[in-house]
């Protein structure tokens, strides 16, 4: 995973020593930054400043109380990047006026028009690019689109083939869509995003989505294969496991478009990357080796963003004859859908094959390699992205963040059936029927061409008989043991739904019936952890992946936990934050999104469980949570039973609109949880939100008999005023704090950007000295590379203060300073007092720990133990002094003799 950690030899434009704040041309006026409303992600910036200038980003919203500045650091070599607060426009009039200054450098650049909207990347060869004015029809559906073009803004990469990666967008710039330029843009782009834009305009889920702005960001070349939009170390990696290395054919040879059309736009925020392209590689590579190249470009763009798995939607190549080698990348692009234990979630796929276009001047029947039916391939992939993206689901829900049918039949299952026989069952069937595709000359005359069977060493023709959702297949003789459907570069026969969307070709083996296996565990009733002695350590997804979590993402963070030494420190808990729930089917319980969770929440938890670590999820108080995906209100126990049948050991019940409840109504969901998980067979760890006041009348006189972990504070951002802020609250809850049971400053933040070095390591120190729960929230797999930041996560000096058996909440001494050093201690088991000097000004100074103050006898001799070098220093008697940077924190702990 890519850490955010800048160096020149990949900074060929950011890298020059030229006293002047810089910013590519994503950065300038009348950009769209994405929203985070459903889930989208906050933005990221970077640059080029004077090295170690201080830069300041003012004009955007906070989520701080009285925050107006976003601050960073360049590094040495005067790289920066910063990452900004969530936020949620609040109309499509709502634009803003950043300022982007320095503290060594005399100019300061100002953006003008910048809005937060829904952002979008398309990218590809030609038939990403072919215009929207040659596509059938344009004209009216350039009309009919009238009401949404206003709130569209376009950015078009210029072609630029580099031999290194690039980091600015010469000749490129944002503007408005209009009907005419529109014209000339990516149809396949346009009308994908203008199908989202139409369903969520539609949705009682997204009453006011007409009224957001829409970015597509085109970054596509004709005649281009997959090897050229790829970094060379993982091309390079490709060579040496799975593809034969072979010429780059096409406009540009290999990693020239990725190095300079792509690696500039991240860590750009994006709601999904689009995807048109394969007709390139028919000639060069097998059916394995594509699905190789494209499983690994879409890892190796999301490790570029360092977003999670961020959504990634595609067009399966179109219909022409190519000697049959259409069908093998066809067959490539489907074994890259979701699939459980696979590198692949959160992905989607618009079927193109039945929709054929005749060549001009081509014989009748022959297909041109660019379908002009780009509105119907728009309607297709825009669905996509809305079950994908946001995690809109069919209509047998009742709760869901929204509601589209999108699915082309499916494959559930193939069975065999008996002697020579195979029954195909398929998901999102109904009206399943055999049409011809568009344009066809035989239709489905010749039907030997549709299905076949792998028989005695070889495909044979199949007779097929559909009756409702299944497909029964009979062979002339011999036992199928694999079936493949339209594996034809110009298929002819399609199987469509009563939506219209066809099924995709596939080649898979055939399984036998099985009964499913049925697992129990010990039936002794347990409830909420009560072996929870110290605050809980762990990982959590949110604050680094966001809603861009997956089966995928869930294994290689396990994985980390275990291989980087986190494990064995103490953190335990690998938890699911939000994003991965699509609906609730009427009175039964939230289910996972199969897109992203495949095998559902079990799949994961099994993992983890089999690494010898605890699993945990989320959920909400109320009837939608944070993302708009559905909460468990009034669905406490039914959720609790899921919960625990898969295997959760930690549940995180955030507020979201439940924050706006009457108070009695969260009393009452968390008493409803707390008694369900009462009837479970293993203890679950319950965190809730809020419980913000130490009154002893309200929510702190019962909370800790409710739940293990309250929230107490706002969302922690990776600033340095957010994590004071949190710092200040949790401090005004000391005393509510007891072993079991912990307030919660929310997740770490430490090695996210935004916070420097120093604020890192003070956020970690005081959430140990406050006896918070470790739950980081970066990238822990790219924490590899980021030795400084693994060793403070990993300084087991500090984790012993946070993990101390005494559980005494850590406070302040005396008043708060908000512009110099303040004292903090925490008393220990063995008799032994942390002491922490907090520098919160802005210049470093010395600080003085008066041992009196801390409660350790007077005039005594005290050990001094430095908890970040993890050495002794001298004995000393009344005081000890320390140099205190600015935003550092020192830690020591005092033993008198």
């Known amino acids: 995973m890519v850490a955010f950690l800048f160096g020149c030899a990949l900074m060929v434009m950011l890298c020059p020593s030229e006293a002047a704040i810089k910013l590519n041309s994503l950065y ?40 107006t500045l976003f601050q960073t650091q ?10 900004l607060d969530p936020h949620i426009p609040k109309s499509s009039d709502e634009s803003f006026t950043v300022t982007v200054s320095g503290n060594a450098t005399a100019n300061a650049i100002i953006i003008n028009n910048v809005k937060y909207g829904e952002v979008y990347l398309c990218s590809g060869q030609s038939n990403m690019g072919i215009p929207v004015d040659y596509a059938y029809n344009y004209t009216q559906a350039l009309e009919e689109a009238a009401d949404f073009i206003p709130y569209i803004r376009l950015f078009k990469v210029a072609v630029r083939p580099e031999n290194e990666p690039q980091d600015d967008l010469p000749g490129s710039e944002w503007y408005q869509a209009n009907a005419t330029n529109l014209k000339t843009f990516s149809a396949v782009c346009f009308f994908s995003i203008l199908e989202v834009m139409k369903q969520r305009s539609s949705s009682a889920a997204t009453p006011f989505a007409l009224n957001t702005t829409y970015a597509m960001i085109y970054s596509a070349e004709g005649g281009t294969c997959i090897e050229s939009w790829m970094p060379r170390s993982t091309l390079n990696h490709a060579y040496d496991t799975c593809v034969t290395k072979h010429a780059v054919g096409g406009n540009a040879d290999a990693s020239q478009l990725f190095n300079g059309m792509i690696h500039p736009i991240f860590p750009y925020s994006v709601r999904a990357m689009l995807w048109d392209q394969g007709e390139c590689n028919t000639h060069y590579n097998s059916q394995k080796e594509y699905s190789c190249l494209f499983t690994m470009m879409i890892n190796s763009w999301r490790d570029l963003w360092g977003q999670g798995d961020v959504p990634f939607l595609f067009v399966q190549l179109g219909a022409y004859q190519d000697g049959g080698n259409v069908s093998k990348v066809r067959l490539s692009q489907y074994n890259t859908l979701p699939a459980e234990a696979s590198q692949h979630d959160n992905t989607g796929m618009a079927m193109s094959y039945d929709l054929g276009s005749p060549c001009p001047g081509n014989p009748v029947g022959t297909w041109c390699i660019h379908c002009r039916n780009k509105t119907e391939i728009g309607r297709r992939l825009g669905r996509q992205i809305l079950r994908t993206a ?32 195979t029954t195909v069952r398929f998901d999102y069937a109904s009206g399943l029927t055999f049409q011809p595709a568009q344009g066809c000359v035989t239709c489905c005359q010749n039907r030997s061409r549709v299905f076949q069977g792998f028989v005695n060493d070889q495909w044979l023709p199949l007779e097929y008989a559909l009756s409702g959702q299944t497909v029964s297949l009979t062979a002339p003789q011999g036992t199928i043991s694999a079936v493949r459907y339209a594996v034809e570069d110009v298929p002819e026969c399609v199987l469509y739904n009563d939506q219209g969307f066809a099924a995709s070709p596939f080649e898979l083996n055939v399984s036998s019936a099985q009964d499913p296996v049925q697992t129990s565990r010990p039936s002794t009733a347990v409830g909420l952890d009560p072996n929870l002695k110290t605050p809980p350590m762990g990982v959590n997804t949110w604050n680094y992946y966001h809603t861009s979590v997956t089966e995928h993402v869930m294994r290689d963070l396990t994985d980390a936990v275990v291989d980087l030494g986190f494990a064995k420190a103490g953190y335990s808990f690998v938890n699911i934050d939000g994003g ?61 039973a899921y919960f625990c049948a898969q295997g959760v050991d930690y549940l995180k019940v ?65 600033t340095w005023a957010s994590v004071l802020f949190n710092l200040e609250a949790t401090n005004t809850m000391a005393n509510v704090s007891q072993i079991g049971h912990y307030n919660d400053p929310d997740m770490l933040q ?116 430095d908890c970040w070098s993890q050495k002794d220093l001298s004995p000393a008697t009344g005081s000890v002094s320390a140099s205190v940077c600015s935003h550092c924190t020192v830690v020591y702990r005092l033993k008198a003799d």
């Open 28 to 67: 300038t006026d009348n950009m769209v930054m994405q929203t985070n409303y459903q889930g989208g992600f906050r933005p990221f910036w970077r640059g080029l400043a004077d090295p170690f200038e201080t830069i300041n980003i003012s004009g955007l919203p906070s989520r701080t109380p009285g925050n």
């Open 74 to 83: 360049a590094d040495a070599s005067g790289n920066w990047s910063i990452q």
């Open 390 to 421: 946001f995690s809109w689901t069919n209509r047998s829900y009742s709760i869901a963040m929204g509601f589209v049918d999108s699915m082309p039949p499916t494959v559930a299952d193939i069975v065999v059936a008996g002697p020579s026989e």
């Open 580 to 640: 991965w729930k699509s609906g609730r089917a009427g009175s039964a319980h939230v289910t996972a999104d199969p897109v992203r969770f495949p095998g559902d929440l079990k799949a994961v938890a099994d993992y983890v469980h089999g690494k010898g670590l605890k699993f945990g999820t989320y959920t909400a108080r109320s009837a939608y949570d944070c993302d708009l995906r559905p909460g468990s209100y009034q669905y406490e126990a039914v959720d609790a």
């Open 654 to 718: 955030d507020a979201c609109a439940g924050a706006d409840y009457p108070a009695n109504e969260t009393y009452f969901s968390w008493q409803r949880f707390n008694d369900a998980f009462a009837n479970c067979d293993h203890p679950i760890v319950l965190s809730v939100e809020y419980c913000r006041k130490p009154d002893p009348t309200g929510c702190a006189g019962y909370i800790a008999k409710m739940a293990n972990l309250w929230r107490v504070s706002n969302d922690l951002e990776a």
């Open 750 to 865: 430490v090695g996210n950007v935004g916070l420097s070095y120093n604020e890192a390591a003070s956020h970690f120190a005081m959430w140990c000295i406050v006896n918070a729960p470790l739950l980081i929230g970066a990238d822990l797999v790219g924490l590899r590379n980021r030795p400084a930041y693994l060793a403070i996560l990993l300084n087991d000096d500090l984790i012993a203060l946070n993990q101390d058996a005494l559980g005494f909440q850590g406070r302040r001494i005396g008043a708060a300073n908000p512009t110099g050093v303040e004292l903090w201690y925490k008393n220990l088991a063995d008799g032994s007092v942390a002491a922490a000097l907090l520098n919160k000004g802005e210049q470093d100074t010395t600080g003085t720990i008066d041992f009196s103050k801390v409660g350790l006898p007077a005039g005594a001799s005290v050990q001094v133990h």
